[in-house]
Nanobody, 125 residues
Framework: QVQLVESGGGSVQAGGSLRLSCAAS????????MAWFRQAPGKEREFVAA????????PYADSVKGRFTISRDNAKTTVYLQMNSLKPEDTAVYYC??????????????????WGQGTQVTVSS
């Protein structure tokens, strides 16, 4: 079993920054792909960013490319999402997820095996 716990959400004005963290426990974190997804009110959950077990491969959604950065610290079994230049349309519940997969990071939520409870990010204009 794997437990994922997100933190770092909150309210910020447009143009501001937040850093989300996701602490993992219960399994060999360093071997697998991690990702962030988000779900805005009334919308489906969507892919934001992923990171391979090594940290080398990091695909991003076009909507966040150049503004968000995903990273991981395998020693701390934690994955991060640094969010800069935030926009009101970034408002959503952000979820971290783990894929028991060691290949190129996958972008579809159906591939992910474990999920955190989510953390709210609200960006005001």
């Amino acid at each position: 079993q794997v437990q994922l716990v997100e933190s770092g959400g909150g309210s910020v004005q447009a143009g501001g920054s937040l850093r989300l963290s996701c602490a993992a426990s219960g399994r060999t974190f360093s071997s697998y792909t991690m990702a962030w997804f988000r779900q805005a009110p009334g919308k489906e959950r969507e892919f934001v960013a992923a990171i391979s077990w090594s940290g080398v491969t990091t695909p991003y959604a076009d909507s966040v490319k150049g503004r968000f950065t995903i990273s991981r610290d395998n020693a701390k079994t934690t994955v991060y999402l640094q969010m800069n230049s935030l926009k009101p349309e970034d408002t959503a519940v952000y979820y971290c997820a783990l894929d028991l997969w060691v290949g190129v990071p996958r972008l579809s939520e159906i591939e992910y095996d474990y999920w955190g409870q989510g953390t709210q990010v609200t960006v005001s204009s």
